[in-house]
Structures are given as structure tokens and as C-alpha cells.
């Protein structure tokens, strides 16, 4: 499935965590990190992007009061939500794609 979201054109990083969630509901970042060989920053970006799109709810979990707060992360929509809004709109992309490849096949003649 990661080789299939990076032929979509999503970077790795993104199409690890979104696979992730596949079977992961829920978790915190260092338990991202481990399952996907990505360093922090990577998780962080891919998970700034899944929190725009409305796909991700984050928690603070507090360990006292020193220290980076931990993040939990939780999924707002089901995993088959997220590939189905990512079909689409690759669908939209190629539609977008055959206009654009028509008209200028109407140009040449």
C-alpha cells in the first residue's frame, strides 16, 4: 500500500503514517517513529498534513511538568474514509489530466 500511495505522488513519510493508521486507531509519535523507520520531523509534517485534512485528533498527555508534552494522535474518520477521499481525488487529477491532453491534441490539428 506505501509503494501505491508514493506512486500517487505522496511522499513517503506521509503514505508510512497514512498506512500506519490502517492498523493503528490510535497512538503517540514515538510509537509512529518505531513502526515506520521515519525520524521526528518526518512524523511531524505527515501528521501536521493529516490534522488540515481533518483525518487526526491530537491529545497532550502531560508527564508532569518537565519535558515535551507526548501527543497522542487518534484517527476523526475511518481508515477507508481517508483511501476513498484520496481515490477520488486521484480521479480528479486524471479527469483534470485527459482535458488538459485533449485540448492540446485540439491545438496540433
Not at 14 to 23: D, E, M, N, Q, W
Not at 29 to 54: F, W
Not at 79 to 88: A, G, P, S, V
Request: net charge positive; hydrophobic share 40%.
Amino acid at each position: 500500500m506505501i509503494g501505491l500511495l508514493m506512486d500517487m505522488s505522496m511522499p513517503r513519510s506521509l503514505a508510512r503514517t497514512i498506512v500506519f493508521f490502517s492498523k493503528n486507531a490510535d497512538c503517540i509519535c514515538n510509537h509512529i517513529q518505531e513502526v515506520t523507520d521515519l525520524r521526528q520531523p518526518e512524523v511531524s509534517t505527515a501528521m501536521q498534513y493529516l490534522k488540515e485534512r481533518g483525518w487526526i485528533i491530537t491529545e497532550s498527555l502531560q508527564q508532569g511538568r518537565k519535558g515535551r508534552p507526548i501527543i497522542s494522535y487518534k484517527l476523526a474518520v475511518p481508515f477507508d474514509k481517508i483511501i476513498n477521499t484520496l481515490i477520488r481525488e486521484e480521479h480528479a487529477k486524471i479527469k483534470d489530466l485527459r482535458i488538459k491532453l485533449n485540448s492540446l491534441k485540439k491545438l496540433t490539428k
